[in-house]
């Protein structure tokens, strides 16, 4: 067999007869970026100054540097019968006070006998705190906690008759790490094992499940040296590992079955080992360039925002999705052609060789259903789709915080407790001042003003906490929010601040300037800027698949289509993730309380990702379709053809998606629950309801029409789709396909 035209068969080509050389090159260039990306030269990590947005955002960036990092810590005492002036309530105070200082790990211990205000005592006098700050740099101070921990426990256990808990920033951030530790360690444990059942099932062979999870796994690795090299330029977040390793193995896999699966038809259609291979290359591997370019350039669409964050997560997914598309067109044909027939080795017993023209008994009568009346069921699933996305039109959405942490942490039981003795007290509105001297008596009298004004609203409450620097240039005035710090009347609160309380005092001191800053100020920066970019992603990201489309397949009228059925895949997933998460219906099937909001970034995050990853199935499905209308067959005949024969390898490929997006559904922490259930509903209805109903109910209907160019787009590059069928196609003549199409090269049936 001669090699076939464009890119994807080329490096196949390549890659079977330089085998070895294809391998090796390969396994050298994952150990060198990974070696040298993760040991030479590491990761440059993002830091959180660099991650705000707006007004709060500036604030964090007047704020760098100009007071000494420091974690705080609080122990809450309550007692139902006694006061803080009763001497066993006392004593237990100063005792904590005392233990902690002994740990040599604390500074700046407040009881409320030596502190200089009241604000260490609650209202309703059964409660008070002890408060200080961890020595060192607070990124490290949850490192160092636990000696000191371990003194307030001593303290609980000496003084039983109080209720003793602890809170702060180190004490959570233990917490959450330990959590999260546990959680991933879970994710991985369960994933691979999974992914390789899967695989088993659908390929019948042990050796031919573990190749797709050997080139995945090589990407994932390669990647990660990669993405630290490029940190060095672009700072990446923390959670970029995880985005890829997630992406890296869905992709990664996904790519794999495409090539293996079409092989295997070939070879059960009488071809040579090489030569299916070659065909592989032809079809499934140009496939894999159209998927891959086009998850590349979704995620493209995250650079559109201006966040830092969202940056780095674009960086990740383009780089693990370029990554595992090069190992796909390079290494993997290399493998199978060094393999051979060894692919089938470790075979199950009671699942046969994939037979000539076998189909899924499941599939072809959906399909047939869909295609026999197609109205109907293009309907009747259009229907079910608009249905889910519904609740989607009433979603709310902001950033999670502390008061969304998963309660079985001991540190948010603490932090309840707080929260209740002193209202607002964790989750403060600071206001940072700047001024060439913040301490001239202009200045301070406008600060009092808004204190004054602040406390007397009635929306924002004791304890004021106010710090200068060093150089008097900057004055931060911390007040207490009501509500929670992520409901109504906290928003309310800053909104307040910023539109009236600020601008009428701070505001009016010549020289001055003034920001919000705060957890609440944060979330509600980031729901502006949301509501702000997100319309130009989406025109980003559509525009461009648009335009990827109408060159691959020479017609108007796939890329509209494909567009609007991944935007109902997509909608319906936020719709169900609206009614779990936010409205709670069904939450505790999944360990979830209502959390009555959508984290603010995953609507963005969830567009970018499914889009890219739904287009995998489209172009895999279109591109047998349309290899089958070069080759003569009607537009029905083809459309039965395609999805029929890609059926199995869609449902396989999703199925590992599903289950290994739904073991994060499983997780501790709701923003992960939340993209797990988004990501893994949105695959679900994608494979099922979007490819084996609505896709061939609509080009049913289109027919011809389906292959659509206007006259004045028939300069566009016309790309023959290679390869061949079990059978040689009922020809037809050479024609256009309706409405303007140029003509198309029908292939003979042997080029070899």
Known sequence: MQP??????????????HRKTAVFGWLAFVLAAFAIGTMVVGNTQLKTVDTGVGNSGKAAKVLDGQFPQTASERVLVHSDMLRPSDGAFTDALNDIGRRVQATGLVKNVETPGTAANSNLLSRDGHSALVQFEMRGDAEKAQDKVGPVLAAVDAARAAHPQFEIDQFGDATSGKAINDSISKDFQKAEHLSLPLTLLILFLAFGALVAATVPVIVALSAVVATFGVAAIASHVFPMEETAGVLIMLIGMAVGVDYALFYLRREREERAAGRSHTDAIAIAAATSGRAVLISGLTVMVA??????????GDRSSAIAMITVVGVAMVASLTILPAMMAMLGTKIERGRLPFIGRRKRREESRVWSFVIEHSLRRPLLAGGLAAAVLIGLAVPATHMTSRNSGIADLPKDLPAMKAYDKIEKAFPGATIPAAVVIKAGDVTTPRVQQA?????????????????????VNAAHTIEVVSLSLTGNGSDKASYDAVRSLRKDIVPSTIGKVPGAQAWVDGETAINQDWNDLMGAKTPLVFAFVLGLAFLLLLVTFRSIVIPIKAIVLNLLSV?????????IFQDGHGASLIGADKAGYVVAWLPLFLFVILFGLSMDYHVFILSRVREAVDRGMRTEDAVKHGIKSTASTVTAAAVVMVFVFGIFATLSFVDFKEIG???????LIDATLIRGVLLPASMKLLGERNWYLPRWLQWLPEFTHEGEAHEPAEREPKRGHGHGHGQLPVPSPNPA
């Open 447 to 467: 600060v009092e003003q808004l204190k004054t004004k602040a406390l007397a609203g009635g929306k924002l409450q004791e304890p004021v906490d106010v710090q």
């Open 299 to 308: 995620s493209a669409g995250l650079f559109i925002t201006g966040v830092a």
């Open 677 to 683: 259930v988004g990501l893994a509903a949105a695959i």
């Open 4 to 17: 076939r035209k464009g890119l994807a068969a080329r490096m196949g080509w390549w890659s079977i007869h």
């Open 571 to 579: 909608g319906a997933a936020y719709g169900l993730v609206v009614s």
